[in-house]
């Protein structure tokens, strides 16, 4: 099975991104399932139905998400769509699922969408044993299992990935906007990079407007922050789980 | 001008790194100028003065460091050593230095050493009005500004990028031990990237023993970090100052 | 001169706390001069024009703020206003300004404003060494100096209290919006209290809606804070800077 | 029932205070239960088994502790001691027990500790769902309910002792080493404080040697940290279960 991963897409630069790149992508690569962390779609913050709607037309199919799902009202239309997912180690109390079976191409894929604490500040359950729990319900029932794991701290992410390798078979980072450069087959198996980088304009801090960031850095006064506009950049993982081989996609405009 | 930039050095397998790829990097990329950071040179933490010598015989030419710059007493036998930096937006009346001007090859070099704010918890002056006061002391006097950037939140650090584009000639990030996929020249010509990445042992979580690291996010109890060994990955951004070029490069033992 | 400090004035009820209670203190206590934190005057966070003039009109002289005060865009209407202060360690690009000296009743006295770094999350400069350059403005100038350190950590707190110790009459506390009970005089001179409390409605979490705050602990999901109504506690610190003697007034409806 | 709830004891200083003035106070307030948080009895920071004896022997009926539980590796030599408690909220499997239930005086008292996770940069569970769990499995076995709130953020413990009000008898803060002033029964019967505050020397910061406090804060280069010596204050709450009073006691040598 061949998988494509992409991060944070952001705002109507990342969607256009995601457009104008995928569906090749899609084809060339011969791609069996796409997943993509949906936090920003809408204006850089948040999910509505018709940006998930414009997501899921171009063959993405399953949308994660992470600490800004609930940013927009909106989101509550589409949160019991099968396809939305959001931190599965958020407290059980809150509305939507954090993984799912899907079954597509004669494959069943489980993918679960998980959170990092550290940095974070939100109130979450801790998500190595939200792993261990999610996996004895699982295990044995799907060909394959990949998570998104939503994250601020290296240190964390590449823990989680050594703490689900071998159970897990992609292990994918999302949140920090930035694509790394590590990403292999860590020992017991599982494909692992800490983390994808967002889909956005390049001219940008981690998509947004940059005069508004340095100005916050500058002044210490809350800036209204707009997601940036111009040539955008695509960042993706392939992972060939048949072949175990694994390259960053990484597409400018 | 040639110049080599490589990231935190992890405790004993990462110095073994950089003694045992240094040398050839240096006579087949013609590099001019090496800048290393050395924060977790001595056994995962601080730089005592036998390490710091170890990268110096190894033509390293300054040593910039970060949150751990002070974390073995030893440090403050070397402290005044021209070729050893701390954060210039440490409070003024830490001991060391900033920054430095060097001559090499008929070159003349500022280097800067810096620390970004965000989830750091440290008491640091701003690093954005802290560069823009060095480089009124040095602008005109130097051939280059090459700064190192330790931080660790990616908008902080972009942000500072393109607040000092076409002031310095280089930005690299370090600090979160992971490289980061996004060097590339900015818009007003800035070489820049996130995060250089980590030398030291491959298995390891950003450098340090997996089974502690994993044990303490799963239990909450401290634990005693020791910087991993085995196989080695080394991880730098090499740039040509003159041909406008830039490369990450990354070698595996 | 005696002196009354209010601390973080939340919203409506806060506000009708104020009006009900202080008049009747100035008389009773002989008060010459009153300062009041009012970063949640208007509705909870930030100051409009009109909060602002509320306060005012019941005799409070100088209305302080803290990491709310920019909170609403009608602040610019009154960051000039003389009377009106935010943390003078905000960057010196920041509107506004963080001290200013007063005379009254015949005394002069210098109140400022400054905001602890520890957990706030924001962009301030050092605030121990921004008082130590106020302090050599204003010395020997003035009668009094009285400062708002407002602050989480009561580390941080009460580190400042020491350090100003003799240079400053009074420091108090607020932000944590919970009266302490550590009111006293520093071996120097220094009268000092880690925070005066929040003034508003008594049934809630630190003046706001208990529901909200509960369901966000509980659920992980962001929730719209709103400040209670109802019965209100006032919290005040009291100082009689000629007989040296203080006392924490508490007063509920 | 008459009960005496002691906030973080620091160091030598501390231990004398507790020595010095709880035997006189059980006598005087007829204390039938006394519980005192020992995070900090082992020269500031740990708990080892002799200072755990030397609160026992002056009538100490239960030690609770926080985030320095585990400071000190001798901690293990009675972390199986029944009288010893650790945050309930530590991960499963973090050694020793959150709560436990006492028989003393014809009372039968379930003592629990847990930790509030705002700015405390540590891997726990949900306090309010973990209370929940213990209360299902202590609801109608004991007269009494007691809980130490270990935590940082005023909100976190105000809206903790809101969620468990009428459940719990008393709940006490603690950890920020600062008394508040905000004792009372809440609407639904639970006695609460913020925060009791700690017991050691007067002329510190929260405990420790102000010198090496405020030196970090200048300097920004990490101290060690000392307990400070000297005149002791003692900080306590009074709780009389059965007439429904309850009073803060604070004793300065
Ligand atoms: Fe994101
Ligand atoms: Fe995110
Ligand atoms: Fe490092
Ligand atoms: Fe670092
Ligand atoms: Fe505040
Ligand atoms: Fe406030
Ligand atoms: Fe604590
Ligand atoms: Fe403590």
Redesign the interface.
């Known amino acids: 099975m061949n998988v494509l991963l992409i991060g944070d897409v952001i705002g109507r630069t990342g969607r256009r991104a995601v457009k104008s790149v995928l569906p090749k992508l899609i084809e060339e690569l011969n791609i069996d399932f796409v997943v993509l962390n949906g936090e920003n779609l809408a204006h850089g913050n948040g999910i509505t139905k018709s940006v998930f709607q414009e997501m899921i037309e171009v063959k993405v199919d399953v949308i994660t998400s992470g600490n800004h799902t609930?940013?927009k009202k909106e989101v509550y239309e589409i949160i019991d769509d099968e396809r939305l997912l959001r931190p599965a180690n958020?407290?059980p109390?809150?509305?939507g699922k954090g993984f799912n079976v899907f079954e597509k191409n004669g494959y069943k894929v489980a993918i679960i969408n998980l959170m990092g604490?550290?940095?974070m500040?939100?109130?979450?359950?801790?998500p190595?044993?939200k792993f261990d729990e999610i996996y004895e319900i699982i295990k044995g029932k799907v060909d394959y299992v990949i998570v998104d794991f939503h994250a601020?701290?290296?240190?964390?992410k590449?823990?989680?990935g050594?703490?689900v390798d071998s159970r897990a078979d992609i292990v994918f980072g999302t949140h920090?906007?930035?694509?790394?450069?590590?990403e292999r087959f860590l020992?017991g198996g599982t494909a692992f990079i800490?983390?994808v980088?967002m889909t956005g304009a390049l001219?940008?801090?981690?998509g947004?407007r940059?005069d508004e960031?340095?100005k916050?850095?500058?002044?210490?006064?809350?800036q209204k922050y707009e997601p940036a506009e111009g040539q955008f950049i695509f960042?993706s993982l392939y992972v060939n789980l048949k072949d175990r081989n694994l390259k960053?996609i990484?597409i400018k405009e």
């Open positions: 609930f940013d958020l407290p109390s809150a509305p604490r550290a940095f500040g939100m109130v979450l359950d801790c190595f044993r601020e701290a290296t240190s964390e590449q823990a989680f050594y703490y920090t906007h930035v694509p790394t450069a590590d020992p800490s983390d980088g001219d940008s801090v981690i947004v940059k960031i340095i916050k850095f500058i002044s210490g006064i809350p960042n960053r990484q």
